[in-house]
């Protein structure tokens, strides 16, 4: 299983167990319906059974990866109508999540917002998919967390991360304009920066519009 190469230190052992199984499916290491052996796992990290166990109880609840009524585990494998389903509750979710991050983020957010988006950008012109839809969704949790709203964040991990799942494996054709999408992040910025509710839900619509169109997979496939 092409999973980690570095051993794992103590400090915040869950949260980089997490981080890096996230990472591994992001970036297609780990496929969609691949079994997760939770002491090979262990093995290769160099932790304890139990620290994986809890690192996949979080990432379960990301919808990332499933366990099975036999107790085997698996990373997700969403269908087309799951993916619109996702779709759905992510266009009402996010959207507000913009807008309450354009009412209520802190200086201190808006700079991390500024430093994130352009090290996505940055991430896309290089070119580099897998990396870039792990950048996307690190800006997309921190505009999450300038909310402020605990339960918003963890409902939103828990609906759109699988999301990002989907995405990684589409960014990988040719035709997919990385910088494009990462430009769609510069309006939604400028929304928060000057706190503006109304112009962050416009360029919100504006750029799944957009997302939508790349993404055609999801209106069409059965």
């Known amino acids: 299983m092409p999973l980690i190469k570095k051993k794992i230190v103590p400090s915040t052992l869950r949260q980089q167990i997490v981080k890096e199984i996230r990472q591994s499916i992001l970036q297609r290491l780990l496929l969609p319906g691949e079994r997760l052996i939770e002491r090979e796992m262990a093995s290769r990290l160099g932790t304890s059974l139990t620290a994986v166990r809890e690192a996949l109880i979080q990432l379960e609840m990301e919808g990332l990866i499933t366990k ?3 107790s085997a585990t698996y990373v997700t494998e ?5 993916l619109e389903n996702i779709y759905q509750v992510r266009s009402i979710l996010e959207h507000y999540a913009f807008q309450q991050a354009a009412r209520v983020a802190s200086v201190d957010a808006i ?7 352009e090290k996505t950008l940055e991430t896309a012109r290089n070119g580099n998919g897998f990396a870039y839809i792990t950048s996307d969704l690190e800006w997309h949790e921190s505009v999450w967390q300038s909310t402020g ?11 759109i991360i699988p999301l990002f799942g989907f995405s990684s494996i589409e960014i990988a054709h040719e035709k997919f304009d990385l910088v494009q999408d990462a430009q ?4 939604l910025l400028a929304a928060i920066r000057t706190h503006d509710p109304d112009l962050a839900g416009k360029a919100f619509i504006r750029a799944q519009s957009l997302w939508r169109q790349n993404f055609p997979l ?4 059965a």
């Not at 700079?111 to 988006?117: A, M, P, S, W």
């Open 149 to 159: 709203n605990s339960c918003l964040v963890e409902t939103l991990q828990r609906v």
């Open 78 to 82: 969403l269908t087309a109508i799951e």
């Open 218 to 221: 999801i209106q069409t496939k």
């Open 111 to 117: 700079q991390t917002l500024e430093v994130l988006y």
């Open 68 to 70: 099975k009524p036999n």
């Open 184 to 187: 769609t992040h510069e309006p």
